[in-house]
């Protein structure tokens, strides 16, 4: 018997019995239509976590200023002023660091013909933009003569320019932070949200002399809060962040039994973590979803021995007539695919269809691969061959004399 006649004659067996046939469906259809949903939100959120890894910048570290315990008592990493402005000019000339920028941060009102906005201002160096592979979409970043200067200029983010500026070109403007004007000689280009969700385009920076001076009234001059560094390689951040703790401890005088005034942080490795708890999440959801695969693969397997019993009589007249077991074999388990992959088929419209909506709705980020797709139509295909094979072969079993006297 060849096998279009087999789907012909599958498709009128289960056409016989709309309902039965949509009602066995529906647990694959859930089932792949869950598995498409869960995976494509998994993948939408490894997407996020990986471009804000990379909007952060590469082999970074933060060296924040402030003991982790001091004398017996915990200390808020950033609380003491630990860090100088020759910290970080040290740290540049290690052999393993690429860069090194100190950072002076806090926050300040902005003000531009009557419009106001607050937001973060970092002093910094022209190193800042080096260490956090930031390039700017107009105008140019402060140099080092600015710094030596105490130069009142500033270089800003997408949403100080949107703020304050709407369509207006920026460059050359003069814009107040706390009363003292400052000249914008830059606009950075966009980087997007953190990990920790802090819009990163939401900041200016000004020369750290600059805003020690005129910006944070409560700096003391020459220290700073943290440090931002960058390793000259991946493979070289362990070696780096031994000679940068070594440096400082030396620097600092800190003896063998002290603590350290400072603490050292690998964003990378907290990056990379964060990355690989998003995709085990994903891994996990995609596989609570795939349970409901098995559920409807169960499904399928009873309704086929319904149908089984149902047709009995059926069996044995094809027997009769000349048919093989193999060809009864192959019929019911034509059946049982053609259910699996039509259930397949529509649950694949519908979580394409749920994704999209819910990345529209909640303003997730969705992502539906290839692989998602290919790996439902799999199982689908292997769930209808494994829970149709069982009633397929007793069908194929039965005895013609037998099956003829059923009722």
């Known amino acids: 018997m060849i096998f279009s006649s087999l789907f012909e004659t599958a498709w ?8 039965r046939s949509f009602l066995t469906m529906l647990g694959m259809v859930i089932g792949v239509a869950a598995v498409i949903l869960m995976m494509a939100i998994g993948e939408g959120a490894q997407v996020m976590v990986r471009e804000s890894i990379k909007s952060m910048g ?15 008592a915990r ?37 531009y013909n009557g419009i106001n906005w607050s937001t973060s201002v970092f002093g910094t160096t022209p190193d800042y933009v080096v260490v956090r592979d930031w390039p700017m979409e107009s105008g140019g970043f402060f140099n080092e003569a600015d710094v030596r200067s105490g130069a009142r ?21 003069i814009i ?15 980087k997007g949200q953190s990990l920790d969700g802090r819009d990163q385009d939401d900041i200016v920076m000004v020369p750290i002399s600059s805003a020690q001076q005129k910006i944070h009234s409560n700096a003391i001059r020459n220290r700073v809060r943290f440090i931002m560094a960058q390793a000259v390689s991946e493979k070289s951040m362990g070696i780096a962040e031994s000679a940068i703790t070594e440096l400082l401890r030396s620097r600092h005088r800190i003896g063998m039994a002290q603590d350290d005034d400072f603490s050292v942080r690998n964003l990378t490795a907290i990056a990379e973590t964060a990355a690989a708890t998003t995709r085990v999440m994903s891994i996990l959801l995609g596989t609570i979803a795939a349970i409901s695969l098995v559920v409807g693969g169960i499904g399928i397997m009873n309704i086929m021995l319904v149908s089984v019993t149902e047709r009995t009589r059926e069996i044995g007249i094809r027997m009769a007539i000349g048919a093989r077991r193999r060809d009864v074999l192959w019929q019911f388990l034509i059946e049982a695919l053609t259910l699996s992959l039509i259930g397949c088929g529509i649950g694949l419209l519908l979580g394409v269809g749920g994704a999209l909506l819910v990345g529209n709705l909640a303003g997730l980020p969705v992502s539906i691969t290839p692989t998602s797709v290919l790996l439902a139509v799999g199982v689908s295909f292997l769930i209808g061959v494994f829970f149709g094979f069982y009633p397929a072969r007793r069908a194929a079993g039965l005895d013609p004399i037998e099956a003829l006297r059923s009722q």
Request: glycine share 10%; aromatic share 4%.
């Open 75 to 111: 200390v808020p990493s950033g609380s003491a002023p630990t860090l100088t402005f020759d910290d970080a000019n040290a740290i540049s000339e290690l052999k393993d660091v690429l860069a090194a920028a100190p950072v002076s941060s806090g926050s300040a009102q902005l003000i």
């Open 12 to 19: 009128h067996a289960l056409a016989t019995h709309r309902m």
């Open 58 to 72: 590469s082999n970074l570290f933060i060296i924040m200023s402030g003991a982790s315990t001091s004398g017996g």
């Open 176 to 190: 107040r932070i706390k009363q003292a004007p400052f000249e914008v000689i830059g606009v950075l280009a966009p």
């Open 153 to 173: 200029v500033v270089v800003i983010g997408q949403v100080v320019v949107r703020e304050l500026f709407g369509g207006e070109d920026p460059i050359g403007k």
